[in-house]
């Protein structure tokens, strides 16, 4: 690992400041990020990353404070004019334009022209060479939405090399990256770094930051809180920099499965998966592991009925399932958390409350009209099994931080008292503090009887979680691990061996 | 997955002009005209014909201005008001400038028009479909003003006909319009930043934003075409009556989404088919001819078009039970 | 469609907060206000019991039915098919009226709305045509049918207790009013205290979400059309007995007033919120305006004009304000 | 850079305010040194018209105080209606009466709210040009409620309880167009009997009157009418249906239009496709709006069937008077209280009468 270049800094943020109506995002925040460095820059979510991040893309300006470049300070009013200034972001929501081509996507707003017109061939050369520079093979013409998310995920980076920016900003890169692809990037990252390039890299995976960075920066509540070498840090003086507090926990506590609750039987959903089959036992959680893409998530909202099922019978407590959609499902005793909590999880115009009892209000009528009292009883009951944190009750939901906002999703599907809990990437864009008490409330429900079926993405997360895993690659189970066998090795031979075979 | 050539196409003129919907349209303008074939001798005469296309045109020029609106993600309401106002404009100076003059006039007029809608909604932040309401009225009222009321008339002013009573090869002029502005558009939406600006920002408005799109000029300038565009039809209504008043074209603007929509441009936005457009035009405007010929009331015409929207609609819809991509298309 | 909308930075939309709902519950209702405080001090005619009595009888009518379109609107959709529901729904109660009475004439208007609001409801939730088209088609096809099956003729009838619905007063407020109030207090109260009214606001924020939670999506989506149909036609009672007759084309742009009721209110055009108070403010408001305008001599051109500004302007505001918050932020 | 935009919004709303402001009706239109020939009032009354009630010169209302006199218009839009409120206005004006205008904007509910404004207003009479006479109810009880004379001027009464309506007829207008087409089809040589007749939209009842009373006459001589078609009242759907009446009937003789926009309309039509309206295929329209004058004098049209709105609205304005007065009214239908204005033809050989 090349050590930082002792030149001037790249960037230089001197008292960064951003004020919202309401409330201090970043105050009086300065680190410096030099060439050649990869500076990883982690926190909880609200602890002002994303509003730093924003005002290097030139979405916002700071109230108060100087960006530097080369120790010149520099406005950026327009993402345009952070592009100009050699700073490029990928922002950890997706960027891209469903119904336009890689190429166009990748050069948007910078396509080559002869005269009026876009100069498609050069257009095209000038992608595959970015695309070279990744070793990706893909089709500069593919429209975007043909990608499957990994691939889209590749684009975006494309995308911001293509700028050969000299500070590249990562907001969590690998959110929606396989084991694999993960390894790919940060190969990449470090490739970049050596080539002379600063990268601040935002994430809440810790492994990667470690392996990763070269120094490390810490925010919380809008304050700097430190920045150190990596090598003087060590993961729990990482978080607890970022929480404030100490945490504990990285492996799967014992798990005691009782009477079975739930049999799959040859499951498949069309153009996703097929072939699954497995029971799940009271007070255990069965992990579904795999690769993006490898179809364990259609599997869960087969489940849930969001996806039209070709075949297979599914039996709770010896009933036979007919899953005709979300509402049957809940009925029968599914609760589902699920995968994309904007997109369809949160009702954001709703308030904390109503987001809860949503599913659950035929269950609270007196009459035509809804109890409130009742409702109220509710929600007052989660805010502390869940430690949800909000001024009030009524408040719109949408003003939580997203790991409450997940706790909010996850009462939710308890309210509807289930029998089982389908779980998928439950702590995905979740910070760390968070994800500790989410896991520590999943061990809870499982002491408790609670039956979880777990897909995730995250492999630590499967490890930490699931006494059993089944792993999938190409829409189909490849095996299923437990005990001693069910280990993070075991877990990518089965994921990426077969899965190479099932792809080719 | 593999990437194969197949969709190496996808990004020509061809993926802007040759939309599947537009086949289905195609296949719908076939058979209705084989039906009116068959119920009176009169519909496949020429003179009929070119009657029906130039019918179709005047509906069709604002219909593409629209396609653009709505691939773009938005609607504009104002384009009656604004066909009436820049009619009114441009004859009420064809004395003092002379027809050329005139009618670049009433172009700039309803542009002009266009560009405020787009100002209203980038700089005041109102939704397009509240803006553009909120202007067909004001237009109209202005429209109204200007002319006190009355009507302006050009009798024994024959050059300004040429909008409508021209020809080439036999062709009317409106019909040549517009194809003219068919294939001007599809090639500006297949070839130029702009075009395919245009597609970014109904794709996804915020990332086109972050990605340093120029948003509020690109809905400027499409709210422009569109204005101009409905200027255009103005003009050429006037010249066909050779009168000018702030009553014309009202209702213009329903007619215009509704040909766009059975042209098969999607209401999500993102995707344009110009073709489709076209031929929706021709589709209502061959129905309702058919229904004049053969004497049918006028409230015949409401009910068939009215059908066909829901109709073509309803092909649209792709079948196959998945609750999250239904989703998508109702809501 | 309000995609130039979203130009609103997430920090912002989520912080100001308190503003955003006060201007939304309250905003409307504080202008009404202070436009009758000062219509009061300045025009002679205006604070009269008589004027003020017509102005809230004429508000019901676009009122009612803006109280099944605020339903509507919240759940994130609408129904431009209105005006012709309307005119049918009039037609019927004045032909039922005078044969069978007033309470049959009510139930039959009614009735004639929820029918119309039914199939609206299946075209969208079960055909899943969008609402926009679906709507737009039957604004033609049950105006058609209504010209189809009355030929262009009015139903007459002036029986005493018909007239009395729309024309009566009660306590000295107008029996339209009355019911007005009473069906907006009723779609409050629904809105806000039963599971309908949650998932209705549910669908309108975030549909996707609401559906994984397990709103049953198609059946709202299907009953808030049969709700506003429902409405509509109970105005067009109302309308029908406040002119003694109906007939078909009766309200022309009648669909289009309502929505600019509804999104003049308050109520979020992209769904998920929304007040009734503001709908009952802003349809007083909208005809508060044209009275003024008349009391004043107004030149009848630039009444269109002042009624698109009003629009304009109260749009405008919430836009307004969020740059200056962003300024404000900024330095 | 943004603020500055957004004052550029600010000001294009401002400058379209100033521009209202300029075009209170007080002023001239801007339109006006453009197309002049627009915005003249057709001047001189027809010399036909002189029912016994125009006569008398109209006095001013008795008692201290002008009294007011209301006038809720059908559209301020149509040239026809521009005219009756301009005689209107200047009768009333003429008489030392104030004067309030409404305008009913082409629907019921309006026409009933706006003149509910007007009566509301404290009007000594009221003289109403009804949308739609059967939704004219509410409006006239609410004027006897308050012992305001009505009077109604043209379209119609609807059966409702007015004072006097003063009004052309219509069936009788379509009658003598009839008659008109008759003699120039016989004079022409090789003329089919084909004719066909433009209706205004469906709605307008009354208005359909004229076409009746052309489509029956017609029939009665002979001929057969091979379309009726409504082009809504609108100059441009006249142009439209017109068009595809040629094609259905290239051998049409005759075309004969509910109002004169649509008349205008069809000649162009007619005009566009090489014939001419006035030769080939006889034009009629109604109204005798000056665009149909103009397009007689220029060989476009034949003729159209005149009325007299700016003197219509003169006699409404002397009935008013007497009704305030409380004189005894003449009429020329007792039982309906109707006072007819003699419709007449204008013809090329005429048409200068009308044409300053």
């Known amino acids: 690992m090349s050590a930082p270049g002792s030149a001037q800094p790249l960037l230089r943020l001197r008292g960064l400041s951003r004020r919202f109506p309401g409330v201090q995002a970043l105050d009086n925040v300065d680190f410096d990020v030099l060439p050649g460095e990869v500076h990883a820059l982690v926190g909880e979510n609200g602890a002002g990353k994303s509003t730093l991040i924003n005002i290097l893309a030139g979405v916002l300006q700071p109230s108060h404070g100087t960006v530097e470049m080369d120790g010149h300070p520099i406005v950026l009013p327009t993402p345009l004019a952070a592009q100009n200034a050699g700073i490029s972001v990928i922002f950890q929501e ?110 809440h995976r810790l492994a990667e930051v470690f392996q990763v960075a070269d120094r490390i920066s810490v925010l919380r509540d809008g304050h700097h809180i430190l920045t150190a070498p990596t090598g003087e840090l060590t993961e729990q003086q990482v978080i607890s920099a970022m929480v404030g507090r100490e945490l504990v926990h990285t492996q799967c506590p014992e798990r005691y499965p009782g009477e079975m609750v739930m049999q799959v039987r040859d499951l498949a959903v069309p153009g996703a998966a097929s072939g699954v089959s497995f029971d799940l036992r009271a007070g255990e959680v069965l992990g579904l592991a795999g690769l993006m893409g490898c179809g364990s998530t259609e599997v869960m909202q087969a489940l849930f009925g969001l996806q039209p099922r070709s075949a297979g019978e599914v039996t709770l407590q010896g009933k036979a399932l007919v899953i005709d959609g979300p509402r049957a499902a809940i009925h029968s005793g599914l609760g589902f958390v699920p995968n994309d909590r904007k997109r369809n999880g949160i009702l954001p115009d709703l308030s904390v409350m109503h987001n809860v009892t949503i599913g659950i209000l035929d269950r609270m009528r007196q009459a035509a009209w809804i109890d409130r009292t009742q409702e109220r009883a509710v929600i007052d009951g989660y805010r502390g099994k869940l430690s949800i944190r909000y001024s009030n009750p009524s408040q719109r939901v949408s003003g939580l931080s997203g790991g409450n906002q997940q706790k909010v999703i996850l009462a939710r599907a308890l309210a509807e008292d289930c029998r089982v809990l389908l779980l998928s990437e439950p702590t995905r864009g979740v910070d760390v503090g968070a994800k500790a008490e989410i896991y520590t409330m ?38 299923e691990l437990s005990g001693a066998h069910l280990n993070q090795a075991a877990v990518m031979e089965l994921a990426t061996g077969l899965g190479a075979k099932e792809v080719a | ?125 109102v939704p397009a479909f509240i803006t553009t309401l909120g202007m067909m009225s004001v237009v109209r009222g202005l429209a109204l003003i200007y002319t006190g009321g009355r ?96 009553r014309l074209a009202t209702g213009l603007e329903l007619n215009a989404i509704a040909v766009v929509v059975v042209g098969g441009t999607a209401l999500t936005g993102g995707k344009a088919s110009l073709s489709g457009t076209l031929l929706g035009a021709v589709l209502v405007a061959m129905i309702n001819n058919g229904l004049n010929l053969l004497n049918v009331p006028i409230f015949y015409q409401d009910l068939t078009v009215g059908l066909l929207l829901l109709v073509a609609l309803a092909l649209q819809v792709e079948r196959g039970w998945n609750p999250l991509t239904q989703l998508r298309r109702t809501q | 469609m309000t995609g130039s909308a979203q130009a609103i930075p ?185 599971s309908f009214g949650r998932y209705v606001y549910a669908v309108g924020s975030n549909s996707e979400a609401a559906l994984v939670a397990g709103v049953p999506l198609r059946r709202i989506t299907a009953l808030v059309f049969v709700v506003i149909g429902a409405f509509t ?31 003049l209110g308050g109520t979020r055009l992209a769904g998920g919120r929304g007040s009734m108070l503001g709908t009952v403010a802003a349809a007083s408001l909208f005809v508060t305006l044209t009275n003024i305008l008349n009391l004043a001599h107004a030149d009848p051109f630039m009444q269109k004009v002042a009624v698109g500004l009003v629009l304009l302007v109260a749009l405008s505001i919430e836009g307004i304000r969020q740059r200056l918050a962003e300024r404000l932020a900024r330095s | 850079m943004r603020s500055a935009r957004s004052y550029a919004v600010l000001s294009v709303v401002l400058v379209a305010l100033v521009l209202l402001s300029a075009c209170s009706p007080a002023a001239p239109a801007p339109a006006a040194p453009a197309a002049p020939a627009a915005t003249q009032a057709p001047a001189a009354p027809a010399a036909t018209v002189a029912p016994a009630a125009t006569q008398a010169p109209a006095a001013p209302a008795k008692g201290a105080g002008a009294k007011k006199i209301g006038f809720s218009v059908y559209d301020m839009q149509y040239g026809f209606f521009q005219d009756m409120e301009k005689g209107t206005r200047e009768a009333a004006k003429a008489a030392g009466y104030d004067y309030a205008l409404v305008d009913q904007k082409s629907s019921e509910s309006t026409m009933v709210a706006s003149t509910q404004d007007l009566i509301n207003q404290g009007i000594g009479a009221l003289i109403i040009s009804p949308f739609k006479p059967d939704a004219m109810g509410p409006v006239v009880d609410a004027a006897k409620a308050k012992g305001i004379p009505v009077v109604v001027d043209d379209i119609g009464g609807g059966g409702t309880n007015y004072d006097v309506i003063v009004i052309s007829d219509n069936q009788k207008g379509g009658v003598l167009a009839a008659d008109q087409m008759d003699k120039l089809i016989k004079g022409k040589s090789g003329a089919s009997k084909n004719v066909a007749s433009i209706t205004c939209e469906p709605s307008a009842v009354y208005a359909a009157r004229r076409n009746q009373g052309f489509e029956a006459r017609m029939k009665e001589l002979g001929y057969n009418v091979v379309a009726t078609l409504s082009g809504n009242s609108k100059q441009e759907e006249g142009y439209k249906v017109m068009k595809d009446i040629l094609s259905a009937h290239p051998d049409v003789a005759g075309v004969f239009s509910c109002n004169d926009p649509m008349a205008v309309g069809a000649a162009q039509a007619i005009a566009d496709s090489g ?32 009325q007299v709105p700016y003197q219509m609205g003169k006699m409404t304005v002397d009935l008013a008077t007497k009704l305030m007065n409380g004189e005894k009214l003449k009429f020329d239908n007792d039982q309906n209280r109707e006072i007819y204005v003699p419709v007449n033809l204008i013809t090329a050989d005429n048409v200068d009468t009308l044409l300053k």
Request: hydrophobic content about 55%; proline content about 3%; overall charge positive.
């Open chain 2, 151 to 246: 009507d302006i008339y050009l009798y024994g002013q024959t050059e300004y006909k040429v909008l409508s009573g021209g020809h080439l090869l036999g062709i009317p002029m409106p019909v040549l319009l517009a194809l003219a502005l068919a294939a001007l558009l599809s090639s500006v939406l297949a070839q130029t930043r702009f075009g395919r600006h245009i597609l970014a920002v109904g794709s996804n408005l915020p990332s086109a934003r972050r990605s340093g799109v120029r948003t509020s000029q690109v809905l400027w300038g499409i709210f422009a075409i569109v204005g101009a565009a409905a200027a255009l039809s103005g003009m050429i209504i006037s010249a066909q009556v050779l009168t000018a008043n702030g």
């Open chain 1, 94 to 203: 997706f960027n891209l334009l469903p119904h336009l081509s890689v190429a166009e996507n990748v050069f948007l707003n910078r396509e080559p022209v002869r005269g009026l017109r876009i100069d498609w061939p050069t257009l095209y050369s000038r992608t595959r060479e970015v695309l070279a520079l990744l070793d990706i093979d893909l089709d500069p013409r593919t429209p975007v939405n043909n990608l499957p998310v990994a691939q889209q995920q590749l684009v975006e980076i494309t995308k911001a090399l293509s700028f050969k920016s000299r500070l590249i900003v990562m907001d969590e890169p690998t959110a929606a990256l396989s084991e694999r692809e993960v390894e790919r990037l940060l190969g990449l990252v470090r490739s970049l770094a050596n080539s002379g390039a600063g990268v601040l890299y935002v994430s």
């Open chain 4, 275 to 306: 014939k001419s309206g006035s030769k080939d295929i006889f034009v009629i329209g109604f109204n005798a709006d000056e665009i149909a004058l103009k397009a007689i004098k220029a060989g476009q049209m034949v003729a159209t069937v005149q």
């Open chain 2, 1 to 125: 997955m593999t990437f194969g050539t197949t969709e190496s196409k996808r990004l020509s003129m061809s993926r802007v002009l040759r939309s599947a919907q537009s086949y289905t349209v195609g296949l719908a303008v076939l058979a209705v005209g084989l039906v009116l074939t068959l119920l009176t001798n009169r519909f496949l005469r020429i003179d009929n014909v070119l009657n029906v296309l130039t019918n179709a045109s005047v509906v069709a020029i604002v219909g593409l201005g629209m396609t653009l609106a709505i691939a773009s993600g938005n609607f504009d309401l104002s384009v009656g008001s604004t066909a009436a106002f820049a009619g009114c404009v441009s004859m009420s100076l064809v004395p003092a400038l002379g027809v050329p003059l005139a009618i670049v006039a009433g172009l700039v007029a309803g542009a002009l028009v266009g560009l405020v809608n787009g100002l209203i909604m980038t700089e005041l932040r």
């Open chain 1, 442 to 479: 999943i061990d809870r429900l499982v002491e408790a009887g609670m039956a979880v079926l777990l897909q995730s993405s995250e492999l630590p997360e499967v490890l930490r979680l699931a006494n059993r895993c089944i792993v999938f690659a190409g829409g189909r189970p490849q095996g």
């Open chain 3, 10 to 194: 997430q920090a912002t939309s989520r912080r100001g907060l308190d503003w955003d709902v006060m201007w939304e519950r309250y905003g409307i209702s504080a202008v009404l206000v202070v436009v009758w405080a000062i219509a009061a001090l300045t025009l002679p005619n205006f604070a009269s019991r008589d004027n003020l009595l017509n102005v809230l009888r004429q508000s019901s009518f676009v009122g009612v039915a803006a109280v099944g379109m605020t339903v509507a609107i919240i759940a994130g959709t609408f129904d431009l098919s209105v005006g012709s529901t309307l005119g049918l729904a009039a037609w019927v109660a004045v032909a039922v009226a005078a044969r069978w009475g007033v309470l049959a004439a009510m139930l039959a208007g009614v009735a004639t709305g929820t029918v119309v609001g039914s199939i609206n409801g299946l075209l969208v939730s079960r055909v899943r045509i969008p609402a926009f088209i679906t709507t737009l088609g039957m604004l033609f096809i049950v105006r058609g049918f209504h010209y189809v099956i009355t030929n262009g003729d009015s139903a007459r009838f002036n029986g005493k207790s018909f007239i009395w619905l729309g024309n009566g007063t009660i306590a000295g407020l107008p029996v339209p009013f009355w019911i007005f109030l009473l069906c907006a207090a009723l779609a409050a109260a629904v809105l806000a205290y039963t």
């Open chain 3, 233 to 263: 036609g109970l105005a067009g009672v109302l309308i029908g007995a406040r002119l003694y007759s109906a007939a078909p084309g009766l309200e022309p742009g009648f669909e289009l007033n309502v929505i600019a009721t509804v999104v």
